[in-house]
């Protein structure tokens, strides 16, 4: 018996999730049926779907509960108002439903890759990221998305059966086609490259609103930029006398909702005219899931200036500076004391050595719990 199938005299009257999946999703969408499995093989579920099972699997995981201490871009002491990881990855998983739905993809995938995606993300962003990698540089490197990987598949400890988190095929497969995006690779399946199209529109819009929020950059400066021009354009022809405060949150909506809108009708149409027949000839060919040219290129030079303007404002260069020294101080540390690793690191060492299980204890911090244990190891040495 496989994984999507029921047992109808047990439980009578519910439909099977291949009966209701054959009913909603296009024939290129993946279907439960179509899936390879897990790892370690499991007995099926009277009422959901290996998707759905994946994607509880993951809110329910504590790497998961950590991503709420764990900034996106922007620090903890500049408010509270900001996005952290958490919400980033639940604004991604909301827009890639829309998108799913809208495209007749399978929106149990689409969600647990959107809400898996980011949940190897180590202490303070992407230099957090860029600190662990150096310091780890003779012994791999350090990858937010492979890391992931290894929290699913070995770092988390929810079952006797198995390490991990026994997910799907198709949900780790999808997260490795970010860890190693070599050309000629076989095209992602089309609920990856929702999930991959999802967290690029949120990127533009919601560090466009945070920053405006934060005082680094104002609206007037980007509409240097056609995309944010066109957009308070759009908003000030719908809506009268906003206030700055409204202004701002009107065009990050219209920010969203431009890009979707944009993806969905170049895809859409696409789709309707040359339907791929499956899941696998969907990846055969060269097509992918994006916004227009036209659109893109916009995009682009909005990032440019997000990037010249907010990730190298002073405020923000200085914070991931010090983070970045605080990073590397511990890693040094920790290093020379394994023994200040969690009991759950135990045998870690042995198996990849004392330079990975470090890293790996490091990445799974919170941006808070990272500042505790540097306060109580090496604060008093650091001039802190």
Known sequence: MTEIETATDEWPGLQTI?????????????????SRGRRHAEPPHAYRGPFQRDRDRVVHSAAYRRLSGKMQVFTGDMGDYHRTRLTHTQEVASIARTMARALRLNEDLVEALALFHDIGHPPFGHCGEDALNECLANAGGFSHNQFALTLAEELEIRYQRFPGLNLSFEVLEGQATRVDKRAGRQSPLLEVQVVDAADSITYDAHDTDDAVKLGLVTLDELCETAMIRESVERV??????????????????????????????????????????SAEDARRRPFRIGPTAELNEKKQALERLLFQRVYRHPRLTSVRSEAQSRLRAMFDAYCQHPEWLSKRFDGRVERVGVERAVGEYLAGMTDRYFEQQFQRRLAAGHGG
């Open 18 to 34: 291949a009966d209701r999946e054959q009913l909603l999703l296009a024939p290129y969408a993946m279907h439960s049926v179509d």
């Open 236 to 277: 000030r022809r719908s809506h009268v006398g906003l206030s700055s405060e409204m202004m701002r949150v009107a065009v990050v909506h219209d920010l969203i909702d431009h890009q979707v809108s944009d993806v969905l009708r170049r895809c859409g149409a696409y789709l309707a005219e040359q339907p791929p027949e």
